[in-house]
């Protein structure tokens, strides 16, 4: 931009100075010199994964959705898309899987409670993975926390499946974006174990269990929440 700015403004001067005759190459330099500079963007959470060969974006179309039992009046669908945005209003509780099973992968996505979420304290959601067996709530799977405390930690969500993990609470605190701004996650699962990155920052890991597959979900725990880029890529080593 700042090149063709530059072009631009020595034509112009070049077309005003030819009445005077051609422009000497101490004027062409002059011109160049008074172009304002052009700040570069800064990096934002919304480029940090622009570019990436092998990941499959995913949309709202691309997961089946499972609702449990809501014991409020629910106005409206609970999980909706718009502008690249997957919406969920939190009620009922339940969740959105993939439609295919996944092994082996790396999933990457951006999250963020709305600022209306702030009435309460510590919002919560997940992101659910080796989802087998029935559908309930809650389902068979692991699941890394969405939940604004407890954020990328990684828990179990079977009382039959026990799971040693390794977790930093300071890195959390130190890289978590606050309700209503975007926290990013990357999630890298291998053989069973989990490693959860936030924001660019490793915060845990798990130990492999005896779940090695299954679908991968998204949580409706209460609360409004937002999800966009969500991003799939199969691991084959």
């Known amino acids: ?46 480029s940090l994964f622009e570019v990436e060969d092998g990941f499959t974006i995913l949309h709202l179309k691309d997961f089946e959705e499972f609702a449990g039992k809501s ?11 718009q502008d690249g945005i997957i919406s969920c209003q939190g009620q009922p509780r339940g969740y959105i899987y993939t439609r295919v099973a996944l092994g082996n992968c ?8 709305p ?16 989802i087998t067996g029935e559908n309930r709530v809650w389902p ?5 926390q969405g939940k604004y405390s407890e954020m990328a930690h990684i828990k179990s969500n079977s009382k039959d499946i026990t799971l040693e993990v390794t977790d930093n609470p300071e890195a959390r605190e130190k890289v978590r974006r606050p309700i209503g701004e975007w926290n990013a996650i990357e999630v890298v699962c291998k053989d069973g174990a989990l490693t959860s990155v936030l924001n660019g920052t490793e915060i845990a890991t798990s130990k492999p269990s005896e779940l090695k597959d299954g679908f991968f979900g998204l949580q409706s725990e209460g609360n409004p929440v937002e999800f966009r880029n969500i991003r799939i890529q199969e691991l084959t080593d």
């Open 140 to 144: 068979k799977c692991l699941e890394v």
């Open 1 to 46: 931009m700042k090149t063709q700015l530059s072009f631009v403004l020595l034509m112009l001067l070049t077309c005003l100075l030819s009445a005077c005759g051609k422009p000497t190459e101490e004027q062409k330099k002059e011109a160049l010199n008074e172009v304002p500079a052009i700040d570069e963007p800064e990096k934002t959470i919304e």
């Open 115 to 130: 600022e209306s979420a702030e009435k309460n304290a510590d919002p919560n959601t997940g992101f659910l993975f080796y």
């Open 106 to 113: 790396t999933v990457r996505l951006e999250y963020r409670f």
């Open 71 to 81: 014991k409020e009046p629910v106005s409206g669908k609970n999980w909706t898309e």
